[in-house]
């Protein structure tokens, strides 16, 4: 196993001097605000949605293409991933405003927080890299090779290992968080992307975009169990390209989002059927579900919207406009 010098021995945190605006001030105290939080690509931005009428409340300027967001461990700031902005920028939930980043990040992709909050792991895809970012220190502590460009990234809730997807050769790999080793590598579909853990983490689903299913890893044993296809009508198998994926606190269902096929597949995890499948907008990229879970919010981006789906309906109830080439949304809530 190889295990790479770090890519940059220490990253720049940059603090940003913040004008006070009538935004900062009214949500000086604010926390579980309900707000939508969606990047968008091509706006260089990430904007933000009052969760009750879905207005926008806020452009948030970032780096050149985010992508990727999540909370941080006490849900004060989201970090964002800006790929052609080589950074993870920091937004501050109560300012909404950008207030840190960490640069001289080579083309940064999906991350994850350790369970403990102490290191940020983040796929690097032009370096086949898994790097290690000490949340303290901010620097990269580590780079570990694995297969070309990698994309998903997903801590295990014990903290011991780390798993990542390579989009080009068709694995997830196991990384060992104590000795930075890998461990396991498990061949899945084509182009596999996305995580979802079940509650009881003892299966691992991850979306292989180029072969239209999604993997199922027993994590006991690290090997694939089973494969859900997916063949929504009226499309070519090329055009179903399964991506963002999300699970139920309870552990019954998976949502996927289709990516080209522009639906949510609904999967009963127990019968490992899909049970329908909701039409949405454009290249459905992903989906995130609110905390009572009785909405899902599709990120479309090609249709530059979000669609938001009654999950006691399976019905979409609206169509939000957001910025161009939207990606991911996190709701604060």
């Given at each position: 196993m190889n295990i790479l010098p770090p890519l940059k021995s220490t990253l720049k945190l940059t603090t940003l001097v913040v004008?006070?605006?009538?935004?900062?001030?009214?949500?000086?105290?604010?926390?579980?605000?309900?707000?939508?939080?969606?990047?968008?690509?091509?706006?260089?931005?990430?904007?933000?949605?009052?969760?009750?009428?879905?207005?926008?409340?806020?452009?948030?300027?970032?780096?050149?293409?985010?992508?990727?967001?999540?909370?941080?461990?006490?849900?004060?700031?989201?970090?964002?991933?800006?790929?052609?902005?080589?950074?993870?920028?920091?937004?501050?939930?109560?300012?909404?405003?950008?207030?840190?980043?960490?640069?001289?990040?080579?083309?940064?992709?999906?991350?994850?927080?350790?369970?403990?909050?102490?290191?940020?792991?983040?796929?690097?895809?032009?370096?086949?890299?898994?790097?290690?970012?000490?949340?303290?220190?901010?620097?990269?502590?580590?780079?570990?090779?694995?297969?070309?460009?990698p994309e998903g990234v997903m801590a295990s809730p014990d903290g011991k290992s780390v798993f990542v997807t390579s989009e080009v050769a068709n694995m997830v790999h196991i990384i060992d968080t104590t000795s930075w080793e890998l461990t396991a590598n498990i061949q899945v579909g084509k182009r596999p992307r996305r995580f979802a853990m079940t509650p009881d983490n003892k299966e691992l689903w991850v979306t292989s975009e180029l072969d239209s299913s999604t993997s199922i890893i027993d994590t006991a044993s690290n090997t694939v169990k089973e494969v859900v296809k997916f063949k929504p009508k009226g499309f070519r198998a090329e055009d179903v390209t399964p991506v963002g994926i999300t699970m139920t606190k309870d552990g019954k269902t998976a949502y996927v989002a289709m990516g080209k096929a522009n639906h949510v597949a609904v999967v009963d995890i127990a019968s490992r059927k899909v049970k329908d499948y909701i039409l949405v907008g454009e290249r459905a990229w992903n989906a995130e579900l609110n905390n009572d879970e009785s909405l899902l919010f599709v990120v479309n981006g090609l249709s530059d919207d979000v669609s938001v789906i009654d999950t006691k309906k399976g019905k979409v109830i609206k169509s939000v406009p957001v910025g161009r080439v939207p990606y991911m949304a996190l709701i604060d809530d």
């Open positions: 004008s006070v605006t009538l935004t900062s001030i009214s949500t000086a105290s604010a926390k579980d605000t309900g707000y939508i939080f969606v990047s968008s690509e091509k706006d260089n931005a990430v904007t933000v949605l009052d969760g009750k009428d879905y207005s926008v409340v806020k452009t948030i300027k970032t780096g050149d293409r985010p992508r990727h967001l999540a909370f941080n461990d006490d849900k004060t700031k989201i970090y964002a991933a800006c790929g052609d902005g080589e950074s993870l920028d920091i937004i501050d939930i109560s300012k909404l405003e950008v207030i840190d980043k960490l640069d001289d990040i080579d083309d940064p992709e999906a991350f994850d927080f350790s369970p403990d909050g102490k290191y940020i792991y983040i796929s690097l895809e032009d370096d086949g890299a898994l790097g290690v970012i000490d949340t303290e220190k901010k620097e990269m502590i580590q780079t570990i090779e694995v297969g070309e460009e």
